[in-house]
T-cell receptor, first 116, second 109 residues
């Protein structure tokens, strides 16, 4: 199984709502990532988890709250978002950090978020 | 984050060869990956250079020169389905990947 599965595929929320994006992989990868991608722009790194611990937060506003409940799951909790947060949110994983790098990220299809 | 620069758009005809360049910042640099992304799709991995030199994977090759802080993706025998956006991604301080500005490749018949 070489898939990263993200749910939901589409999400529309108001600025006062609380919602969550979910990501799951069963490749035994121990590094997981959240990226944000606006139209016609590159993916922007948001968070990196390594062995279920948050290792990188790219100065993301606190209205985005990541969580890694176990080695297969990654969540992104959303609260009080702004319309400019509307984007494609991509989850990715890569192999165990202490086994060396292949430089390969496995991406899910993304969750397209619209904030009204 | 780190800055990686690419040409914004390249156009070529079917069957041709095209090279997409990427320049990157060196502090903490570990290696360079390349990804393809079709409109509405997710990025898919093409190649990785952890060492200087050329890596070949079918019609795609990638090159890295650390001394020049530069890499490129070479696409041969272009096909219409290669029309997509291509991103270099620098790996920094191990497992931290920053994407380049992206190059839109248009393949014409």
């Amino acid at each position: 199984d070489t898939e990263v599965t993200q749910t939901p595929k589409h999400l529309v929320m108001g600025m006062t709502n609380k919602k969550s994006l979910k990501c799951e992989q069963h490749m035994g990868h121990r590094a997981m990532y959240w990226y944000k991608q606006k139209a016609k722009k590159p993916p922007e790194l948001m968070f990196v988890y390594s062995y279920e611990k948050l290792s990188i937060n790219e100065s993301v506003p606190s209205r985005f709250s990541p969580e890694c409940p176990n080695s297969s799951l990654l969540n992104l909790h959303l609260h009080a978002l702004q319309p400019e947060d509307s984007a494609l949110y991509l989850c990715a994983s890569s192999q165990e950090p202490d086994r060396g790098t292949t430089g390969e990220l496995f991406f899910g299809e993304g969750s397209r978020l619209t904030v009204l | 984050g780190q800055s990686l620069e690419q040409p914004s758009e390249v156009t070529a005809v079917e069957g041709a060869i095209v090279q997409i360049n990427c320049t990157y910042q060196t502090s903490g640099f570990y290696g360079l990956s390349w990804y393809q992304q079709h409109d509405g799709g997710a990025p898919t991995f093409l190649s990785y250079n952890g060492l200087d030199g050329l890596e070949e994977t079918g019609r795609f090759s990638s090159f890295l020169s650390r001394s020049d802080s530069y890499g490129y993706l070479l696409l041969q025998e272009l096909q219409m389905k290669d029309s997509a956006s291509y991103f270099c991604a620098g790996e920094y301080n191990f497992n931290k990947f920053y994407f380049g500005s992206g190059t839109k490749l248009n393949v014409k018949p």
